[in-house]
């Protein structure tokens, strides 16, 4: 648990709202955040939708690097930024239109943040917010990329 002192603005919005602070395993409950964000992006016209996505990744930047900061660690796992704002990505390729895909999409997002293949773990080297970002942006690309491929399928 992080002392009261820690408790930044960056770190509050970080952690999601203190979901990361809170709760085990915070990654996965971060990444639920994502599914009601993809849910409301695709309210959105695509361009909107795309466009929001894009730069909650952006602004995630300095949020996560300044977080990291307060929290004295290079990727705290209390920050959940970058899961809740790139699990939205996972579904640019195939809408989140039934329980199954948003299901089959978070695993996959998950999955691929956790085993981190290759650029994933090089990303995360990158300093400060991006290599906090960027290996969340690359795992959603490669679930897009297999939720795409397992449409195919269905």
Not at 39 to 47: F, G, N, R
Not at 52 to 59: D, G, H, M, S, Y
Not at 75 to 104: H, K, Q
């Amino acid at each position: 648990m992080v002392n009261q002192q820690k408790l930044t603005p960056a770190v509050w919005l970080a952690t999601g709202l203190g979901v990361g602070l809170a709760l085990p395993a915070p990654g996965t409950f971060g990444a639920l955040w994502g599914l009601p964000i993809a849910w409301a992006y695709s309210c959105l016209p695509a361009s909107v939708g795309v466009g929001v996505a894009v730069a909650v990744v952006l602004v995630g930047v300095p949020i996560c690097r300044r977080a990291a900061a307060d929290l004295g660690k290079k990727d705290p796992g209390p920050v959940v930024w970058d899961e809740f704002a790139t699990v939205p990505l996972v579904f640019l390729l195939v809408p989140m239109g039934s329980v199954w895909v948003a299901a089959i999409g978070f695993a996959l997002h998950r999955l691929f943040d956790i085993t981190k293949p290759w650029p994933c773990k090089r990303l995360e080297r990158l300093p400060g917010g991006w290599g906090i970002m960027l290996d969340d942006v690359a795992a959603a690309f490669y679930a897009a990329l297999v939720l795409w491929g397992l449409s195919w399928l269905w």
